[in-house]
């Protein structure tokens, strides 16, 4: 099965759209934040699902590593973020939430989901739903596309879906897995 040209322009042109809508949501919530959007996209990602090399940070987050070190440098400032130097290779560090920053995080995440349940009082729960997983599934297409030719996918495509490791190891995507790790925490 195949998308027809003219239907994935206009996805194309809605996914635009969508990401304009959003900044504009997220500058109106901003009064609540010290942090900006930038800052706040890090340490999304740095709470995803634990411990993450700042390499493999960039590289989720598409940046530079001098624009992804001025942020972190401003996140350890605020307590948000720590490194650890990495128990595999001594020559790099590992990033995670300190406990300041899982809180600011949560906090965001129930500020925002509060926000959009306001702005889709008029959607029924089937709406929402079928939205989250039309969003989740082309997120999944995109990352897949985005990924190097022949490199694997490390965690499920699907957060709804994460679980736990079951072996000690470090992901294709720099974050050191175990039993406990969690590998994605699921969407709140």
Known sequence: MSVAQHTAAELVHHIFD???ALRGVT??????????????GVLFFVGEGGPIRASALAGRLGIGPSALSRQLADLEEYG???RTADPLDGRACLLSLTEE????LAETY???AGTLREILSDWTEAEAEAASL???HLTAALRSAALPSGAVQTGPADPARASHTTAHRTGDD?????R???IMKEER
């Open 110 to 112: 129930e500020r925002r």
């Open 174 to 178: 720099g974050r050191h897995l175990n």
């Open 101 to 104: 920053g899982q809180k600011y």
């Open 80 to 82: 948000f973020v720590v």
């Open 18 to 20: 969508l990401q304009r």
């Open 134 to 136: 039309t969003v989740r």
């Open 27 to 40: 500058a109106a919530g901003m009064r609540h934040s010290e942090l900006g959007p930038a800052h706040t």
């Open 180 to 182: 406990t790790t969690e």
